[in-house]
């Protein structure tokens, strides 16, 4: 069998699989590479039928509730003895790294999975190593989120401290401000935040692969920010120098070391500031936003294959950094706030060789708004090139020949 990224080397039966949201029947499919037995966890308001065709067993629980996880994992184990247990869904990496400890199987560990999942406790364990430093506190009140910004006596930010898709994430500059901030998180349910210096210098992640705590830089991924600080597009791979990326991998693979990751992808924010650079968060998973697909366009491999590939014994640890074949980005649909009359898009454009995905997700007279959080954009395009410059060029000019009309009376 072969494999682009890592010799092929022999394969395990049974993965017991947790959770998934919108690609998780693309994710399984992938695991037909490998010939696993999949054994699948969900909650049953979220289950896909089509999900029945990559897999030989369905139980439906809370596997957010870890007694009603043990209780079904148990008795998975007794019946079906998994080899190992993944997830590359937000919501379900604690659970699979807690069924992960409670059998012994290859795989992280809670504390590292709850550390990098835990902003407050990421950033507590980089206070610790003396590595990325960055000012923050956790917060409650209002009168938290007021004497921080007094303290710094500078912009900062109020974020959710278990938060994922750019979700209530606010740049404090004021009284009113914090007011405004403290009272949406309030209507979030979310009670307790993290404050932080606010990180000024241009955004990039990181994706990464360890293999039992090698680290392996992927590819480091360009990232555009709009407005609320939700990311509206993506270029692999990024347009920096050999000394920024060799400084970016340095900072990234001691990061890793630090949170004691040991095995799988890793997709790590960061920022390039006057001071160096400053990790934001991580996560032990491929980038959502279809950084997966951008990767795989670029270097000709999968990031989700070869998480199966490393789990299931099947590939080998390759060690030195990819080099890339291409490029890819992708770039998120805007529109003005109001009522959508009609989306024209042109037939070269759904023609072209060049474009490899595009999906509108609004229908005529449905009513949009500017992203608050990265769940309600409106679709994508994607593009590949030869040059990453070339490539964002083409994908902006394609995005921009998208016609969205609007019902403005």
Known sequence: ME??????????????YIGGGREVIETLSKAKKYSLDVIYIQKEELFKNEVTSYVSEVHFVDYENDSDLFEVADHIYRESKFNFCLSMSEDALLPAAKITERFGLMGNSVSCVEGLKNKELMRRKLEGSQLSPVRFRSGKK???????????????IVKPINGSGSQCIFKIESKEQAERAYQALIVENISNFLLEEFLDGEEYSVES???????????????????????????????????TRRNIEANVC???????????????????????????????????DRINELVNLSYGFDMKELNFGWHSNSIS????????????????LSAPEGVVKNVVIPDHILNHK??????VGVKSNQKIFTPRESYDRIGHIIVKGSDP????????QTRDQINFQMDNS
């Open 3 to 16: 494999y682009l990224y890592g010799e092929f080397v022999k394969k395990l039966s049974k993965m017991l």
């Open 142 to 156: 209002l009168d938290d989120i007021l004497s921080f910004l007094s303290e710094n006596n500078a912009p900062i």
């Open 209 to 243: 692969f360890s293999y039992s705590g090698k680290h392996v830089i992927l590819t480091v991924t360009e990232k555009f920010l709009g407005q609320n600080f939700v990311e509206m597009g993506h270029l692999v791979p990024a347009r920096i120098d050999a000394i």
């Open 254 to 288: 001691d990061f890793l070391t630090t949170m004691n990751l040991q095995h799988g992808p890793a997709h790590t924010e960061l920022k390039l500031t006057n001071k160096g650079v400053r990790i934001i968060e991580s996560h032990n998973r491929p980038g959502g």
């Open 317 to 332: 640890p390759q060690l030195a950094s990819p080099q890339p074949v291409g490029s890819a980005a992708i770039l998120f």
């Open 354 to 359: 060049d474009v490899v995905e595009l999906k």
């Open 389 to 396: 410059t070339a490539t964002l060029k083409l994908c902006e």
